[in-house]
């Protein structure tokens, strides 16, 4: 299993399987491929001459849950692909590429998180436009019970309104000790003097309720 963005939560991006070595890895082969699901967007995008909705470069790691594999697109899918065939067993649509063309890195993404307690799988993934969503990782399908029926609004609860435009998740969660932990972009040229502040929160999985707030900028009275 590969269950996170580096490996493990300590993001050592080593595993210590032993079929691939110096003596073989140079005859190892593509056993498949796959082609992502935003392929067909890109393609009406163009021909419709909206050059603005393509996605920059592709940085997504997958994560890997035994038979099944989960990979992010740019555009803000998730597909479940079989890991042995690269078959899709299913794919969600958050349609976060609709918003408006993200801040700083355009349509980009690297990854989403995986939690799991008493039989309950779940896929969290942090979107372009500022959404952290939770999807049931057997079936492909929001689950209702977490926020605003399977999403939070990330743009939300960070102490003052916020430019939506200058603001965005790229990295994925960090799943660990019973919390979804989430950071966040702004633009690096700011246009404005109130930038949006990049705090980072946790989450409850299974509620979606803040658990706690770290604020990148001390307030008064604050450590």
């Not at 001459?49 to 470069?57: F, K, M, V």
């Not at 000790?177 to 999985?205: C, Q, W, Y």
């Amino acid at each position: 299993d590969w269950p996170s963005y580096g490996g493990d939560n300590g993001s050592r991006k080593y595993s210590t399987l032993d079929q691939i070595d110096a003596g073989n890895v140079s005859r190892l082969q593509t056993a498949w491929s796959w082609s992502s699901v935003d392929n067909a967007t890109v393609a009406n995008n163009i021909a419709n001459d909206n050059a603005r909705a393509q996605p920059a470069g592709y940085k997504a790691t997958p994560i890997v849950v035994g038979d099944t594999m989960y990979v992010p697109t740019s555009f803000g899918r998730i597909a479940a692909l079989d890991a042995v065939t690269g078959t899709a067993k299913w794919v969600f649509d958050t349609r976060g590429w609709e918003a408006r063309t993200p801040t700083n890195l355009g349509y980009n993404t690297r990854g989403v998180g995986y939690w799991e307690e008493d039989g309950d799988e779940r896929i969290f993934f942090a979107t372009n436009d500022s959404f952290l969503w939770s999807v049931d990782a057997v079936t492909g399908q929001p689950d209702r019970n977490f926020g605003d029926e399977g999403r939070i609004d990330l743009s939300q609860g960070l102490g003052r309104e916020i430019d939506n435009s200058q603001y965005g998740v790229v990295s994925p969660p960090l799943v660990t000790n019973n919390r979804v932990v989430v950071n966040s972009i702004v633009l690096d040229g700011g246009r404005t003097k109130e930038m949006p502040p990049g705090h980072v929160r946790a989450f409850n999985p299974r509620t979606g309720e803040l658990e706690w707030m770290f604020k990148t900028i001390p307030q008064a009275g604050e450590f």
